[in-house]
Structures are given as C-alpha cells and as structure tokens.
C-alpha cells in the first residue's frame, strides 16, 4: 500500500532534487510534442507542401525513438546525470534549427535532429524513474510526471495558440530555449551519476538497422503508391537481419528477451496499440477543426488540451486504483476506456455531432491512454533488474514510439489519400488554412471532414485491439519476480 506520507515524499528531502530534474525533462518533451500539433495549420499555410505536414510529427517521433534506444545502455554505461547534461544542450540548439527553417523540408531535417535530442531527453527521465524511486513510490512518481506532462500539454497548446495567432509559429519552437535553459539550470546536476552496469559498446550495427528499419516502414505507411509493398519487404528483410545481428552480438543496442519475453510481451502489445490509436485520433484534430468545422486558429490550437487533460487525470487516478488493484487490472479498466472513446470520436466525426461531444470523446481516450500508460510502466519498471533498468525502459519507450510514428502516419495517409481521392489534389487544403482566405471551399471542408472521420475509423480499430491485448496480460501468471538492488 502506498502511503500519503510516501506519495508526498516525492517533493520531500529523500527525492526532491531528483523529482525536479526529471519534472523539467518531462516538461520540455512534452510541450515540444504537443505544442507543434496545434501549430500544423500555420505550418501548412505559411510553407506550403501540406502533404508533408504529417511528417513533422512522425519525423520527430520516430528520430526519438532512435535515440531512446542509443541512450538506454548509454545510460547504465555512463550514469543519468551525463546523459542529462548532453541532451539537453542538443534539444537546446536543434529548437533553435527548427524555429529557422525556410522551407518545409528544411524544417522536416530539423525536427528529426530535434527529436534525437527529445528522444534521449524522455529516455533518461523514463530511466530515472526506475532508478531513484522505491517500488511503493514508483506509480506515483509516473503520475507526478504525468501531471507535469499534462499541465504542459494544457499550458503548452494554450502559449502556442497565442504565439501563433500573434507572433507565428516559428516561436512555438522558438519558445523551447528558454525552457531548455531553465531546464538545463535545475537538473544540471540532480540525477544519478553512478552507473549500474559496466561500459559497453555502442551496437552501431543494431542501431543502423533498427534506424533503417523504422523508417522504411514508416514511409511504407505514410503513402499508398506502388512501392509501398516493396517497402514493407524490404523493412521486414531488415528487421530478420537485425534479428539474427541481435542472436550473435553480445551487446545488441536491443535485446530480443527483452521484447519477446513472456514477462514484457503484452505490456509492449497494449502500450503500442494505445498510443497509435490515441495519437493518430489526435493529431489532426486542430486541422480538422479549422478545415472542416471553420474554427478559429486559437480554437483548433486549444482543441488539443482535452486529449492530455484526460491522460493526465487518469494518472493519478492509476497510481490511487493500484493501492487496491494489480496494475494488469487498472490496465484492462484503461482499455475499455480506449475503446470507447475511440468508437465514440468516430461516430461523432461521422455524425457531425456538435464539437463539444466530439472533444468529449477525445477525453475519454486521452483518460485510457493516461491509465494503460501509467500503470504498464509500473509493472514494466517493477519486474526489471535495475542493472539493466535503461535497456529494458528503452526499448519499451522505443515500442511506444513507434506506436506514436506508426499512428500519426498511417492517420495522415488516410486522411490525405481521401482527401486526394474527392479533390484531385490533397494540396487545396492549404487554401482552408490560410487566416486571409476569403472564401472557403466546401468542397475541399467536406472533403476533410470525411478524410477525417475514415482516419478515425482506423484508429478505433487499433484503440479496440487494447482490450483483448491487455486481458491477455491481466490472465497471464506474474512473473515478477525478485530483482537484485
């Protein structure tokens, strides 16, 4: 049972400096993700290209999820404090690339530099969980961050509404530096320095062909063209030769037990689909608003809030229903919420349903997402040995973010293949997103709202998949087990 005494620890003297540093990791990661969604209409409108715009999401996720990986061992190698310090100062410097960009491509190069550097930030925070707080502590650690992630991803759409709509969106990422130095400034010095496990290489082999195997299928996913069954070949090739890279290396940057594992198996399963699911609902959901529901450019910004309220909430109320239930539990609950949620925002799309319900519903999925989220890590961090805390932590935040990647693109693909299929050209929503636009084209608002409404579809049907995933996991016998200290 997790005491008051103990979840108001968390900002006593024992975790105090550690609770800051990883509250500012988890602060600029997350106003960095979720502050650009609410900026994509700008984005569109000012450079052109709108068929890309999903790739300045995907493309930071998927650069993050490759830096997660390299900073997992790097992390029980070397300590959490230097891999603090290195990754700040990169997310610091590529904010500043990204608020620079010229074109839209440019900015697209800039945002997978940026992500190295959020990635590896994430991952050291995630990392860190695990090796400063107790087992009793730990779900409320991840409900803390989650606080902090959703106070930012209230906050952080709010500041990027108002800068857009007043300085433009490149000061959404411009605003990143301030927070990168103030962040920089508290945790500096506050998180483990002593490693857990000795040096190792860095598997540059494994880290190459999981690079190459992410993106391959991730362009595969994000156009329907001709080539994209020869890419998903070629990506499946890929991943059996890292596969078998993984069986001969004695440090693969991934170890297969850690993903095949009976003990990691379906916590991996349920994260990935959650996080598609909900992130591929979400993430259009400013450009919707705007395009087919005529919303301001505030408005569609601020749409964003209630997906994160719903996350951050349901993390609390995670960390209080494990004092009296097992994780796996609280697990299948967020689930169902998922899955409702989920057919609920599609209806609603369908339906043109009044907005109110169809934020509503993306509250009900943001409230699984919180729940699976916070308490599967719980359970992931509780059965891993703390020697090899980085690498097992890693490759489930690498999991997740292919989740969150996968999800944007195969959304964006969807949404911009229907779009292309009713106008002739996906292009002509610019025209809907430009603020001096004096007429708009119903055509191309209809268009968009029955894009949308298909690439909702889709995300239901990976955010009902949580269900039968997390039941396996709840049915499936502890194997906990005892870890060394």
Known sequence: MVTRAESSGLLGPRYRAASLALMSAVAMASYNNLSVTAALPDIGDDLGRVALLPWVVTVELVAAAIAVLAVGPYIDGAGARRAFRIT???????????????????????????????????????????????????????????????????????????????????????????????????????????????????????????????????????????????????????????VVHARSSRWPVVRLSHVTAGRWRYIHIVGVLAVSGGTGASVFLPLYLKAARGSSVAFAAFAVIWPTLGWSVAAWVSGKLQQHLRAQTVTVIGSWFMAVGAVWATVASGAEAPVPLLLASFTCVGWGIGMISTSSLALLQGRADLREMGRVSSAHHFIRSLGFAYGAAVAGLVMFWVVDRRTGDAELVRGLLSDAEPVVDGAVATAVGAAYTWSLGVMALLSVLTVPAALALAQGRDRSGPRPR
């Open 88 to 242: 700040v100062v990169a997310f610091l410097g590529t904010s500043a690339m990204c608020a620079a960009a010229p074109t839209m491509e440019l900015l697209v190069l800039a945002r997978v530099l940026q992500g190295l550097g959020s990635g590896a930030l994430i991952g050291t925070a995630l990392t860190s969980i695990g090796l400063v707080f107790d087992d009793a502590v730990r779900p409320w650690a991840y409900a803390l961050m989650s606080s902090v992630w959703g106070i930012m991803g209230i906050g952080g759409p709010a500041l990027a509404a108002v800068l857009v709509s007043t300085l433009g969106w490149r000061a959404v990422f411009a605003a990143n530096l301030p927070v990168a130095v103030a962040a920089a400034a508290v945790g500096w010095s506050r998180l483990p320095a002593t490693a857990r496990a000795a040096a190792e290489p860095v598997d540059r082999r494994g880290l190459l062909l999981l690079s190459a195997f992410t993106v391959v299928l991730l362009v595969a996913t994000s156009y329907l063209e001709w080539y994209s069954i020869a890419l998903v070949v070629v990506g499946v090739a890929v991943g059996a030769l890292y």
